[in-house]
């Protein structure tokens, strides 16, 4: 299986802090990498995906890069709406799919 | 828009079959796309249980691959999950979701908390 390795677990940032998340894969899996956003009791959101890739209608302070092994997600201004548990997600053929531990996002 | 709604019991005995159903509206099944379900034990990260492709091809995560069964019904535009021999590990909100393209799931059904419990 492959692992992936998201770090930091928590982070408390204020309201136009740039925020970074990153996630390390145990293998290269190209850029077949997706970010998710979920808020207590709600389901994931698809915010990033094939690592880079903006989901339609998402805020454009959010971004995503890194191919291979190492992928950053990045917040260039957090908000308080954008409290919230991010989650990476790999695809490699289903092998199986694999989610990162998540990292919670708070405000200072 | 493509809406996913799970249901099922939400109460299940250890040792019995957990079994949900989620009902697609929006898009029909058939017309492609994977169709997925997600666990997330409470207050812990998210596990990929498998995925049925449209036409009926199943993929699972090994480690479940034993105990779990995945199927498509295209005339009630639905997909189904049976988890076999359940046990209190086996209890968190379980979603249904549509994976597109590089397997990205989206959307989700808002989710169903099943607990194993006698």
């Known amino acids: 299986d492959i692992q992936m390795t998201q770090s930091p677990s928590s982070l408390s940032a204020s309201v136009g802090d740039r925020v970074t998340i990153t996630c390390q894969a145990s293998?290269?899996?190209?850029?077949?990498l997706n970010w998710y956003q979920q808020k207590p009791g709600k389901a994931p959101k698809l915010l990033i995906y094939?690592?880079?890739n903006l989901e339609t209608g998402v805020p454009s302070r959010f971004s995503g890069s890194g191919s291979g092994t190492d992928f950053t997600f990045t917040i260039s201004s957090l908000q308080p709406e954008d409290i919230a548990t991010y989650y990476c997600?790999?695809?490699?053929?289903?092998?199986?799919?694999?989610f990162g531990g998540g990292t919670k996002v708070e405000i200072k | 828009q493509v809406q996913l709604q799970e249901s099922g019991p939400g109460l299940v005995k250890p040792s019995e079959t957990l079994s949900l159903t989620c009902a697609v509206s929006?898009?029909?099944?058939?017309?492609?796309?994977?169709w997925g379900w997600i666990r997330q034990p409470p207050g812990k990260g998210l596990e990929w249980i498998g995925s049925?492709?449209?036409?009926?091809?199943?993929y699972y995560n090994p480690s479940l691959k034993s105990r779990v069964t995945i199927s498509v019904d295209t005339s009630k535009n639905q997909f189904s999950l049976k988890l076999s021999s359940v046990t209190a590990a086996d209890t968190a909100v379980y979603y249904c979701?549509?994976?597109?393209?590089?397997?990205?799931?989206?959307?989700w059904g808002q989710g169903t908390l099943v607990t194993v419990s006698s």
């Open positions: 929006g898009y029909s099944i058939s017309s492609g796309y994977y």
């Open positions: 979701a549509r994976a597109k393209g590089s397997l990205q799931f989206d959307p």
């Open positions: 293998q290269d899996i190209s850029n077949y």
């Open positions: 997600q790999q695809y490699d053929n289903l092998s199986p799919l694999t």
């Open positions: 049925i492709y449209h036409s009926g091809s199943t």
């Open positions: 094939d690592a880079s």
